[in-house]
């Protein structure tokens, strides 16, 4: 059973479109986590959200937590090539247990110039 | 450079083989973690640990062990290795973030185990 599901699981979009990826789940998180990982490498954090409601900007990326902190977004305003890759978000049941992340099963990102 | 660094970067071996993926960071974090990748089912954790000499399982242990001997190293070990355990493995480590008590996770570039 996967308690973080992502969609959708795969993206493809040309330069300079918009576009919004989710992470659901019936659990609450106490923080969430969004990776990018590229081909041949590990992931890379972008950024965690704590609070139920809290929105955080990275450049052209824009996360928000949802209120019950149950699911959380991913939206790039015009999007780069530089930008295609696997984003994968990953929650943390309570902050005592947060070095065990569940991760969803990601979204595929690819960006055509 | 600072990180997290795992070797090999590629491993083929035979059903029933043994071998060691080994980890090393040597940013001092005190929790390591190792995952496997497989299409369609994100990271799942096979084994961790919370410091030197102390392991625990994960959500998918059977087939590996771990051993903590020192903060820097935490090498997986394949027992007996068998098809379903061809995948694309991680080591990470973790910190605590002391003013929001988080922990964030730190990842090696990964192992590409086949097995035939």
């Known amino acids: 059973t996967q308690l973080l599901e992502q969609s959708p699981q795969f993206l493809s979009i040309q330069e300079g479109e918009n576009l919004t990826v989710y992470c659901n789940s019936s659990s609450v998180f106490s923080s969430l986590q969004w990776y990018r990982q590229e081909p041949g490498e590990g992931p890379v954090l972008l950024v965690t959200?704590?609070?139920?409601?809290e929105v955080k900007k990275l450049k052209r990326l824009t996360f928000q937590f949802g209120d019950a902190r149950k699911d959380s977004s991913l939206h790039i305003t015009a999007a780069q090539p530089g930008d295609t890759g696997l984003y994968l978000c990953a929650g943390a049941r309570s902050s005592g247990s947060a070095r065990q992340l569940t991760f969803g099963s990601g979204t595929q990102l690819t960006v055509l110039p | 450079n600072a990180g997290v660094t795992q070797t090999p970067k590629f491993q083929v071996l035979k059903t029933g083989q043994s071998m060691t993926l080994q980890c090393a960071q040597d940013m001092n974090h005190e929790y390591m973690s190792w995952y496997r990748q497989d299409p369609g089912m994100g990271l799942r954790l096979i084994h961790y640990?919370?410091?030197?000499?102390?392991?625990d399982q994960g959500e998918v242990p059977n087939g590996y062990n771990v051993s903590r001997s020192t903060t820097e190293d935490f090498p997986l070990r394949l027992l007996s290795a068998a098809p379903s355990q061809t995948s694309v493995y991680f080591c990470?480590?973790?910190?605590?973030?002391?003013?929001?008590?988080?922990?964030?996770?730190?990842f090696g570039s990964g192992t590409r185990l086949t097995v035939v």
């Open positions: 959200v704590v609070t139920g409601g």
């Open positions: 990470a480590s973790s910190y605590r973030d002391s003013s929001l008590g988080l922990y964030g996770y730190t």
């Open positions: 640990s919370v410091g030197a000499g102390i392991t």
